[in-house]
């Protein structure tokens, strides 16, 4: 229902980004790399590929560009920090370089908000470590835990031990919270949560950050018999192609920083009008709600759209017939024919990438992308070459949760940084559902 909330609610910008992607270390490294038809799939049985015998190809991070912080308390939280907590400090650290804050400071409140999955960040590779060196270490167990443990509060409850991690890179003190989510929408989910903390005054800035470790051969397989993984990763096997066959895997992390802009330190790369994730009876609902909930009294229709793009027989047709009915016939793109589905961080990497395109004016082609499928009615893909937006664009982003029985999407709006805010409406779905 309608509120006065839109009468009130404070600009958000988006001041940082950071990427990890098989495209190397950037948020324009990546973008670039999609603007030159380029893609990251290592094929199962080429020279060099890993011998994995799976039949599915996957986009695979190259982890010898990715540092770890300098002096003595990064040492010791290194001996702790798995490699999904050395991605997500390396995207926070370029979305903060890229925003100019160096740590907290007095006047503005900052907190970190992380996009997980389930079962990727606990403590499960740390306490075989503690269990066997505390067999022979002589301090008491308290003592022992809270000089070993990167930050011992999260053994009193801190959902996110990726987050403590970050918090430490960002010396943010707010809130340390995680968004838990199998799939895409886990991402719209983190910053529909990180922008109802803004909208309610509790902080000034917040780091959203996700991170889509590599899966293992039962997560592959689980996904699979699910909703297919794609076999081939050539062209004809992109999203919306006609003889797409599944989603291609990939593996990746972001960071968006997003501030108030009345206290917000660096210049506003985009401007966030609005996000919405929800669950329902059924995706296609699910996405429609999404969608309504931000474009419902935008200050001008969006001129282009970065998609989820799953490359699914079914998800492409799903989210094509659920969104271009409300938003017409619009330009539109996606990364995952190019570095695969990252799940929980897949919808964060595309807000990095869609807020690169209103910098640079210009939408990136869609990857592996050959012959647009002619059932998807009044799809109008970016291919071969770059396509120029408007310069006072907005671009709608869109995220559905992988998988035959998912019920979640999201969807979000952004625009220039130079535009007027759109005012959305408060919507009687309730908070964020990743």
């Known amino acids: 229902m309608p509120s006065d ?11 940082g980004t950071g990427v990890i992607s098989p495209a190397g270390l950037g948020t324009a490294r990546l973008w670039e790399a999609m603007a030159a038809g380029k893609t990251f799939f290592d094929h199962p049985g080429d020279d060099g590929a890993p011998a994995s015998g799976l039949p599915w ?3 695979v991070v190259d982890t010898s560009e990715i540092g ?17 907590a050395r991605w997500a400090v390396a995207v926070a650290l370029q979305a903060l370089e890229r925003a100019g804050i160096t740590g907290e400071t007095e006047d503005v409140r900052g907190g970190t908000i992380m996009a997980v999955a389930s079962s990727g960040d606990e403590l499960s590779d740390v306490i075989p470590q503690l269990a066997s060196k505390f067999r022979h270490d002589s301090r008491p167990l308290a003592k022992f835990l809270h000089d070993e443990v990167p930050d011992y509060s999260y053994i009193r409850g801190i959902p996110s031990q990726l987050g403590q991690f970050v918090s430490m890179a960002s010396g943010f003190r707010g809130s340390n919270v995680a968004a838990y989510g199998e799939a895409a929408a886990g991402g719209t989910g983190a910053l529909a949560l990180a922008v109802r903390l803004l909208e309610t005054g509790e902080l000034d800035r917040v780091l959203v950050v996700g991170v889509g470790a590599p899966l293992t051969v039962t997560g592959m397989a689980a996904f699979d018999q699910d909703e297919p993984f794609g076999t081939r990763a050539t062209t004809g096997a992109g999203p919306f192609d006609a003889d797409r066959s599944g989603t291609l895997a990939g593996q990746g992390a972001a960071a968006i920083l997003l501030e108030r802009a009345d206290v917000a330190v660096g210049p506003a790369l985009a401007r966030f009008l609005g996000c919405e994730v929800l669950a329902a009876a059924d995706l296609p609902t699910a996405a429609g709600l999404a969608v309504d909930a931000v474009l419902a009294d935008a200050a001008a229709p969006p001129a282009a759209w970065w998609a989820h793009g799953a490359g699914s027989v079914r998800l492409d047709r799903v989210e094509a017939e659920t969104v271009l009915p ?34 640079r004016g210009e939408l990136p082609p869609v990857g ?9 009615t009044g799809l109008d893909p970016v291919i071969g070459e770059a396509r120029p937006v408007p310069p006072a664009a907005t671009v709608l982003l869109t995220a559905l949760n992988q998988g035959a029985q998912a019920t979640a999407a999201g969807a979000l709006l952004l625009a220039a940084p130079g535009e007027p805010a759109a005012r959305g409406r408060t919507t009687d779905h309730g908070e964020a559902h990743a």
Do not use: H, M
């Open 326 to 359: 409300r938003v017409g016939n619009l330009p539109v793109t996606g990364s995952k024919g190019t570095i695969g589905n990252a799940f929980e961080c897949s919808a964060l990497i595309d807000t990095a990438l869609a807020v690169e395109s209103l910098d």
């Open 57 to 59: 190809p996957t986009a």
């Open 68 to 84: 770890w912080p300098a002096g003595r308390s990064w040492a010791n939280a290194s001996k702790y920090a798995n490699q999904s």
């Open 368 to 376: 592996l992308l050959g012959r647009p499928d002619p059932g998807l």
């Open 5 to 15: 909330r839109a009468d009130t609610r404070p600009d958000i910008v988006v001041t």
